[in-house]
């Protein structure tokens, strides 16, 4: 059965939404990199998004907030989150916000690949085409070869790998579980997985600026994963793919903004490329829309 045109569309406005909150987030953790340890904000994301989360919806669903048809593949789905949250957060330390973001971004393309292949969604030869040219824009903006590569690139690819497990995860139990309860759970089982880590450095923070941070990464990160989540209730991960590569944009904009970093004119072309793929995708779901509307309208 086809997806409802407004349900699509407001699939991917709930991924615009939740890819800007991630380029918040990244340009925060990028900053606060100097002034904590990288494992202690680490915990400190993910022990606000779950306080968050529970406070808010612990009260409304009681206990059922908690139940899952599906612990281990909540918890599987929590341990890969952390595991792309730890290479991000080192990742960022050393790269440009930017650029570390475009390299990243291949993994839309693996994620439509893994549903095409395990999922049994149908891919149009024209949503190819997009997903396929984006990473063309990528691999513009990120010039294999360049100075900009070394060994700090095992983290961003270390994260293609664990992000693809986890988006194709979230596609998959979002069909059938409470986003709320994913949500909230992926927040536990992050702040789990980081107690283990976190005695080794503990160090509390003394400046307000430095906890400013900290809440806002936890406050962005609870929004932009419970959207994401919504956005894989309203639509396949196939048709939200093309999507994700907005994040390069906003986060050329953080790291402007805040670390006055410029890309040069090639990053500018890859990012153009990448623009017009996704006004495309837009154009094509609105298209394919019209085509599901017109036999009911006759």
């Known amino acids: ?7 699509t569309l407001a699939g991917i406005g709930f991924v615009i939404l939740s890819v800007a909150c991630f380029a ?24 606000i998004q779950a306080v968050f989360s529970t406070v808010f ?34 990742g960022l330390k050393y790269l440009p916000v930017g650029e570390f973001t475009a390299i990243v971004s291949i993994t839309p393309l693996v994620v439509t690949l893994m549903a095409a292949l395990s999922l049994g ?10 997903v396929l040219s984006a990473f063309a824009g990528t691999m513009v903006i990120v010039r294999p070869g360049s100075q900009n590569f070394d060994w700090v690139l095992i983290f961003p690819f270390i994260l293609i ?12 139990m979002a069909k059938t579980e409470d986003p709320v309860t994913m949500n909230v759970l992926t927040g536990w089982v992050g702040t789990a997985l980081g107690a283990f880590l976190l005695p080794f450095v503990w160090e509390l923070p003394t400046d307000w600026f430095v906890w400013t941070q900290l809440l806002l990464m936890g406050v962005f ?10 956005a894989f209730t309203k639509a396949p991960a196939t048709v939200l793919t093309p999507y994700f590569y907005t994040q390069i944009i ?22 153009g490329v990448v623009t017009l793929c996704g006004a495309l995708g837009a154009w094509l779901t609105v298209r394919e829309s019209r085509v599901q509307i017109m036999p009911v309208e006759s």
């Not at 918040?24 to 680490?42: M, Y």
Request: some cysteine.
């Open 1 to 7: 059965m086809n997806q409802a045109p407004a349900q």
């Open 24 to 47: 918040i987030l990244d340009t925060t953790t990028k900053h606060i990199s100097a002034s904590v340890p990288i494992l202690l904000a680490l915990w400190f994301r993910y022990f």
């Open 57 to 90: 919806f612990l009260p409304k669903r009681g206990i059922a907030l908690f139940k899952t048809e599906h612990p281990r593949f909540q918890m599987a789905r929590g341990a890969l989150l952390f595991s792309s949250s730890l290479c991000a957060f080192y």
């Open 121 to 130: 969604e149908k891919v149009r030869k024209l949503r190819w085409a997009l």
């Open 161 to 172: 790998a664990t992000n693809s497990g986890f988006h194709l995860l979230t596609s998959k």
């Open 221 to 230: 990160a609870t929004i932009g994963h419970y959207l994401l989540i919504l």
């Open 250 to 271: 906003f986060a050329m904009l953080g790291g402007w903004l805040i670390f006055d970093h410029m890309p040069d004119h090639w990053t500018l072309v890859g990012i």
